[in-house]
C-alpha cells in the first residue's frame, strides 16, 4: 500500500498537471485498498498522517484560513473513494495526458 501511494505521489509531481491532485489521491488510495486490508490500513495511516502534516503547513503559511482547508478537505474526501474501491478516474481531469 505504501508503494502505492509514493507511486501516484511521484506521478503527481512528474504530471504537474492543474487540478489533478485529487485524481493522483484517490488513484494512490484505491490502488493500496486492492491489495487488501492491509493495503487500506496502510493508505489510511499514510492519509491521516498527511492530513496533519498539510494542517500544520496551513496554519503556517495561510494562518489557518480557509483557503488551505478547504484542500485539504476535498483531498480527504478523494483519499476515501479511493479506498471505498469506487473509481478514481471520478477525479481524472479531461486533459490529464493518458500516461498517468
Not at 19 to 48: C, L, V
Request: aromatic share 16%.
Amino acid at each position: 500500500g505504501t508503494a502505492d501511494l509514493c507511486r501516484a505521489y511521484w506521478d503527481m509531481k512528474v504530471a504537474n498537471h492543474q487540478n489533478s491532485e485529487r485524481y493522483f489521491h484517490a488513484r494512490g488510495n484505491y490502488d493500496a485498498a486492492q491489495r487488501g486490508p492491509g493495503g487500506i490500513w496502510a493508505a489510511k495511516m499514510i492519509s491521516t498522517a498527511g492530513k496533519y502534516f498539510r494542517g500544520l503547513l496551513n496554519q503556517y503559511y495561510y494562518g489557518g484560513g480557509h483557503r488551505g482547508w478547504e484542500n485539504i478537505q476535498a483531498n480527504q474526501k478523494a483519499e476515501e473513494w479511493g479506498r471505498s474501491g469506487k473509481d478514481p478516474k471520478h477525479f481524472r481531469p479531461s486533459d490529464l495526458p493518458e500516461k498517468f
